[in-house]
């Protein structure tokens, strides 16, 4: 009885001292794990900002990004609407000086005609104030005198505007400056498809025709029209 109570108390103790020895071991396992996971959450949170202050950053950089495109849109929006209403004062300075232009553009070619209207009015005032009844032949020589004045005075002031009147008498028909009246038989001197008579003066301004002369042109006989 005695060997067995020793041998059974025997037991228990080595029974207690094994589970002793399994707690420990847990325990440390444990406590290691533990402070690895703190040290690690340590390690994290000293490398890497904290997930709150992230989004805040990058929420003030949006915002600043957005205050500058946004002062960006209204400079240009500001430009835009200046360029706006000087094209729009161009356009209408550029109609009135149009308009003006259609207006006065002959205002210095009408001054020149004023001219000529003078001398005309003082050949017909001349001429019924001072002309005795029955003496044609003085009146006929007023006549001349102002007319004479009249045609000088129109030369010039065509001549002053770029107006020339076309003598094409000689020159070959063009269809460009010539109006056909009707075909005439060829005389000595005078080519066939030439201009053989003016029924009217042509005339341009500026190298460019404005009228047609009204012409004659020599023909062969037996083309005769």
């Known amino acids: 009885m005695a060997v067995r109570s020793l041998w059974a108390g025997r037991l228990r103790v080595?029974?207690?001292?094994?589970?002793?020895?399994?707690?420990?071991?847990?325990?440390?396992?444990?406590?290691?794990?533990?402070?690895?996971?703190?040290?690690?959450?340590?390690?994290?949170?000293?490398?890497?900002?904290?997930?709150?202050?992230?989004?805040?950053?990058?929420?003030r950089a949006l915002r600043?990004?957005?205050v500058k495109l946004e002062k960006e849109v209204q400079d240009l929006t500001v430009r835009y609407q200046r360029a706006v209403a000087d094209c729009e004062n161009i356009?209408?300075?550029?109609?009135?000086?149009?308009e003006d232009a259609k207006i006065f553009g002959i205002q210095s070619f009408c001054k020149d005609l004023v001219e000529v209207a003078d001398?005309?009015?003082?050949?017909t005032e001349c001429i019924s104030e001072e002309t005795e009844p029955g003496d044609q032949k003085l009146t006929l020589e007023k006549v001349f005198r102002g007319l004479?004045?009249?045609?000088?005075?129109l030369k010039s002031v065509f001549a002053k505007h770029g107006l020339e009147k076309l003598t094409p008498i000689g020159d070959k028909y063009d269809p460009h400056q010539h109006e056909l009246i009707c075909?005439?038989?060829?005389?000595?001197?005078?080519?066939?498809?030439?201009?053989?008579?003016?029924?009217?003066?042509?005339?341009?301004?500026?190298?460019?025709?404005?009228?047609?002369?009204?012409?004659?042109?020599?023909?062969?006989?037996q083309r005769r029209l």
């Open 91 to 98: 356009r209408r300075r550029t109609q009135r000086c149009v």
């Open 64 to 66: 600043i990004k957005a």
């Open 119 to 123: 001398i005309l009015e003082k050949t």
């Open 183 to 221: 075909h005439v038989p060829a005389g000595i001197g005078v080519q066939p498809g030439t201009v053989a008579l003016v029924r009217q003066d042509g005339y341009k301004l500026h190298g460019r025709t404005i009228r047609l002369a009204r012409v004659e042109v020599a023909v062969e006989s």
């Open 14 to 59: 080595q029974c207690l001292l094994s589970s002793t020895a399994a707690w420990e071991s847990k325990g440390w396992q444990l406590l290691f794990s533990t402070a690895i996971q703190r040290t690690a959450g340590e390690d994290c949170r000293s490398e890497d900002p904290p997930d709150e202050l992230g989004p805040s950053l990058a929420e």
């Open 148 to 153: 004479s004045l009249l045609e000088a005075k």
